[in-house]
């Protein structure tokens, strides 16, 4: 096993972490509630820790519970506290981001690790963030984590957050975004590895002319809950959203949730929730909400759970496959999302946890 600083190398590169500065133009590496590692590597991006942050701005402090309320539930109000710490990512105005910025908590002896980070996209930039959340391998305790992106006016932020825990922790991070005038933000969530529970519900208020999309692939083994989803308020007219999620129980306990509000004219949402049992020990629960405050909105959603079609298996065997071939190839397309920038680790990880997918039918 390789380690440094009292962390597990493999376990970072599960999560797509490189600590390369030839490949990420920032990092930034948390073990508990202490940052180990953060620079940035281009000139128009900022990673720090948090605290250096409020060190080094006095408005850092007005983005704190801005968009978030600190009394939301009992997770909330244990993350604010003085001990903790988390990231601080910022793109400089009309900054162009392309190679990615890097995150990782990392959760070694600590009970409960509590974060809070602060994500900013000035006005005109792009910024693309992977950000990778894992633990020891025999790591007992929770991650609370609290995200609060602020993406101004024409920016653009594509964020994929990657889970890998051991499964003996508790996940609840607590996210939301304000998305301005002509601004876009990407939401993206790979959870492949076991989990005790996860639940987390992130929200995005979408402004005049903005966007937002949520992209999800989880797959919950047995042992495992989990309760996500992604909701877009729609604020103001034009706005629109998009979420997608791919589930895959292989015996574990899925909620999926999806909301979308419509609240101004000329507001546009799609919601589409899909589900793949393997197991008879596998629960998925999708629960898919429209919501229209308004007469002129354009609301959709589709919602699909089922086990793989054996007429779909038998068709590709019938165009030469093995029947392994022909599953691997359904599951891999059912899984297929666009991330940007993921890495060829953790595109890796993914046609892995497919191959293994064949051993439960």
Request: aromatic share 6%; charged share 30%.
């Given at each position: 096993m390789s380690e440094g600083h009292g962390v597990d190398i493999e376990k970072l590169k599960e999560v797509g972490i490189e600590l390369d500065p030839k490949?990420?133009?920032g990092t930034f590496l948390q073990k508990d509630q202490e940052p180990l590692k953060y620079a940035s590597f281009y000139e128009g991006v900022e990673v720090m820790s948090i605290k250096e942050a409020m060190k080094k701005y006095e408005w850092v402090r007005d983005y704190f519970w801005k968009v978030l309320k600190r009394d939301?539930?009992?997770?909330?109000?244990?993350?604010?506290?003085e001990e903790a710490n988390g990231y601080f990512i910022r793109a400089l105005p009309n900054a162009k981001v392309e190679i990615p910025v890097e995150a990782c908590l990392y959760l070694h002896r600590v009970g409960k690790q509590k974060v809070?980070?602060?994500?900013?996209?000035?006005?005109?930039?792009?910024?693309n963030i992977i950000t990778g959340c894992t633990s020891d391998r025999a790591a007992v305790?929770?991650?609370?984590?609290?995200?609060?992106?602020?993406v101004k006016r024409n920016a653009k932020l594509t964020f994929t957050?990657?889970?890998?825990?051991?499964n003996a922790i508790e996940v609840r991070p607590r996210s939301a975004a304000i998305v301005e005038e002509g601004a876009t933000?990407?939401?993206?969530?790979?959870?492949?590895?076991?989990?005790?529970?996860?639940?987390?519900?992130?929200?995005?208020?979408?402004?005049?002319?903005?966007?937002?999309?949520?992209?999800?692939?989880?797959?919950?083994?047995?042992?495992?809950?989990?309760?996500?989803?992604?909701?877009?308020?729609?604020?103001?007219?034009?706005?629109?959203?998009?979420?997608?999620?791919?589930?895959?129980?292989?015996?574990?306990?899925?909620?999926?949730?999806?909301?979308?509000?419509?609240?101004?004219?000329?507001?546009?949402?799609?919601?589409e929730c899909r589900g793949l049992i393997l197991s008879e020990k596998g629960?998925?629960?999708?629960?898919?909400?429209?919501?229209?405050?308004?007469?002129?909105?354009?609301?959709?959603?589709?919602?699909?759970?089922g086990k793989i079609a054996e007429e779909e298996v038998f068709y590709l065997m019938s165009r030469g496959?093995?029947?392994?071939?022909?599953?691997?190839?359904?599951?891999?397309?059912?899984?297929e999302i666009e991330i940007k920038g993921l890495p060829e680790v953790l595109k890796a990880a993914i046609d892995r946890a497919i191959e293994e997918m064949k051993d439960a039918l």
């Amino acid at each position: 096993m390789s380690e440094g600083h009292g962390v597990d190398i493999e376990k970072l590169k599960e999560v797509g972490i490189e600590l390369d500065p030839k490949k990420r133009s920032g990092t930034f590496l948390q073990k508990d509630q202490e940052p180990l590692k953060y620079a940035s590597f281009y000139e128009g991006v900022e990673v720090m820790s948090i605290k250096e942050a409020m060190k080094k701005y006095e408005w850092v402090r007005d983005y704190f519970w801005k968009v978030l309320k600190r009394d939301q539930d009992e997770y909330t109000k244990e993350a604010d506290s003085e001990e903790a710490n988390g990231y601080f990512i910022r793109a400089l105005p009309n900054a162009k981001v392309e190679i990615p910025v890097e995150a990782c908590l990392y959760l070694h002896r600590v009970g409960k690790q509590k974060v809070h980070n602060i994500i900013i996209a000035e006005e005109n930039s792009e910024i693309n963030i992977i950000t990778g959340c894992t633990s020891d391998r025999a790591a007992v305790g929770m991650h609370i984590g609290i995200s609060e992106f602020f993406v101004k006016r024409n920016a653009k932020l594509t964020f994929t957050m990657i889970h890998s825990w051991h499964n003996a922790i508790e996940v609840r991070p607590r996210s939301a975004a304000i998305v301005e005038e002509g601004a876009t933000f990407i939401s993206n969530y790979i959870l492949l590895n076991p989990v005790k529970l996860v639940q987390m519900y992130p929200t995005a208020y979408v402004g005049r002319n903005a966007r937002a999309v949520f992209s999800s692939v989880m797959v919950a083994l047995e042992g495992s809950s989990i309760d996500s989803g992604s909701r877009a308020v729609l604020k103001e007219s034009g706005a629109s959203a998009e979420i997608i999620s791919r589930t895959i129980s292989k015996g574990g306990k899925v909620i999926a949730r999806g909301q979308i509000i419509g609240e101004a004219e000329g507001v546009k949402g799609h919601l589409e929730c899909r589900g793949l049992i393997l197991s008879e020990k596998g629960e998925i629960n999708a629960i898919p909400e429209l919501i229209a405050k308004h007469p002129n909105v354009e609301l959709s959603h589709e919602a699909a759970i089922g086990k793989i079609a054996e007429e779909e298996v038998f068709y590709l065997m019938s165009r030469g496959l093995s029947r392994d071939e022909a599953v691997s190839a359904i599951v891999r397309g059912f899984m297929e999302i666009e991330i940007k920038g993921l890495p060829e680790v953790l595109k890796a990880a993914i046609d892995r946890a497919i191959e293994e997918m064949k051993d439960a039918l």
